[in-house]
Structures are given as structure tokens and as C-alpha cells.
T-cell receptor
Framework: QKEVEQNSGPLSVPEGAIASLNCTYS??????FFWYRQYSGKSPELIMF????GDKEDGRFTAQLNKASQYVSLLIRDSQPSDSATYLCAVSMDSSYKLIFGSGTRLLVRP | DVKVTQSSRYLVKRTGEKVFLECVQDMDHENMFWYRQDPGLGLRLIYF???????EKGDIPEGYSVSREKKERFSLILESASTNQTSMYLC??????????????FGPGTRLTVL
């Protein structure tokens, strides 16, 4: 059974801090990794994806991938109250239509 | 911008009714997906389609069927709704399969309540 694991949280950080969200996956054949943000009552929206080991930065967001250790993380710098949401990690296999989603980590940014 | 729309945001149905959920995408995407999302269980794939009239079962297809007669439209059908199908239903689309950057874009969701 392919699995994607996330701590459900909530992860609480003060405004301006760095929020670190982690995700581990079980299938070594996983190729691409996606981070989605989901506000309460809304649908997931893509933040970024990564498929190479190392860091990928996009504005205040940095995705980090370590295939040897089978984890991917999302760092949010200068966290804002508007970043309070559930963050979903998703993993895909090469040449696969499917994404396997984690259950998400709830982030709370305190003003 | 990719636009995925769903026919209803909220729907209330009675047990045993036949329910149709419609999804339309305007970006000429090959793939379309139906998920349900429940607290603590995350997003679970019900069915997906990689071409017109083509479909494959996802992880939880029981009690559901789908139809894709046109490329832009993907319908989810609950043949006989049951209370355990009360959930948030999310449609998604993606450009093509197999690309490492192939991204799924989601519609706004339909919250279905079966009484």
C-alpha cells in the first residue's frame, strides 16, 4: 500500500516565523511531489511541485526533497495569518495518472 | 488560468436517489478525476478518465459510476445514494499523464449530504 504521511497538527507558529511542514512517503518509485494549500471549505490549490533532490524556492515558499530519506518538506518564510490553512502533500509515480495524497497538516499562524 | 467548475456547491439528496455531479474544465486537459474528501481520511480517488469515453477505477469506486462523453465534461453518478456517501466531492483535471510536472487543478467542490 503506497502511503503518504503527514502530521495532522495543528502546527502553530507566530506571525513572521518560519513554518516547516513535513511529509514522508513509502514508495521509492515516487517521482514527483506536490504541495497544495486548502482553506477551510475550499478546494486544494497548488503551491508548488518538486522532482529533483534539493531545494526549490518560489517566493516565501521553499520545497525540499530528499529521496534517499523519502521525505519532502515545505518551508514558509515570514508566515502570515493568511497562510493559516491545511497543507496537503501529494506524490506521483512516473508515468502515472494518479496522485497519492497525505491527510494534510493544519497550520495556524498567530498574529 | 485553468478553470474547473462543478455544477453545484451544495446538494442535499435522499437515500436511494440517483445523483449526478457534473464537472467541466476549459483548458483542453486530457485527464479528469473525481475524489471525495472526508475528515481524517484525506482525498481518495473514486474514478479517473484519460480520454473521452475512457475511464479507470480509483481506490474507492464502489457505489459510483462515471461518464465522459466530451473531453471537457466528466460526470460522477451515484446510482442509489446512501448516507455513507455524504462527503465533499472534488473534481480535478490535468494536462497529460506521465509528465513529471503534470499538475492536477481542482474545482470548487460539491458538498453532498444524503439524508
Amino acid at each position: 500500500q503506497k502511503e503518504v504521511e503527514q502530521n495532522s497538527g495543528p502546527l502553530s507558529v507566530p506571525e513572521g516565523a518560519i513554518a516547516s511542514l513535513n511529509c514522508t512517503y513509502s514508495d521509492r518509485g515516487s517521482q514527483s511531489f506536490f504541495w497544495y494549500r486548502q482553506y477551510s471549505g475550499k478546494s486544494p490549490e497548488l503551491i508548488m511541485f518538486i522532482y529533483s533532490n534539493g531545494d526549490k524556492e518560489d517566493g516565501r515558499f521553499t520545497a525540499q526533497l530528499n529521496k534517499a530519506s523519502q521525505y519532502v518538506s515545505l518551508l514558509i518564510r515570514d508566515s502570515q495569518p493568511s497562510d493559516s490553512a491545511t497543507y496537503l502533500c501529494a506524490v506521483s509515480m512516473d508515468s502515472s495518472y494518479k496522485l497519492i495524497f497525505g491527510s494534510g497538516t493544519r497550520l495556524l499562524v498567530r498574529p | 488560468d485553468v478553470k474547473v467548475t462543478q455544477s453545484s456547491r451544495y446538494l442535499v439528496k435522499r437515500t436511494g436517489e440517483k445523483v449526478f455531479l457534473e464537472c467541466v474544465q476549459d483548458m483542453d486537459h486530457e485527464n479528469m478525476f473525481w475524489y471525495r474528501q472526508d475528515p481524517g481520511l484525506g482525498l481518495r480517488l473514486i474514478y479517473f478518465s484519460y480520454d473521452v469515453k475512457m475511464k479507470e477505477k480509483g481506490d474507492i469506486p464502489e457505489g459510483y459510476s462515471v461518464s465522459r462523453e466530451k473531453k471537457e465534461r466528466f460526470s460522477l453518478i451515484l446510482e442509489s445514494a446512501s448516507t455513507n456517501q455524504t462527503s465533499m466531492y472534488l473534481c480535478a483535471s490535468s494536462l497529460e499523464a506521465g509528465g513529471m510536472t503534470d499538475t492536477q487543478y481542482f474545482g470548487p467542490g460539491t458538498r453532498l449530504t444524503v439524508l
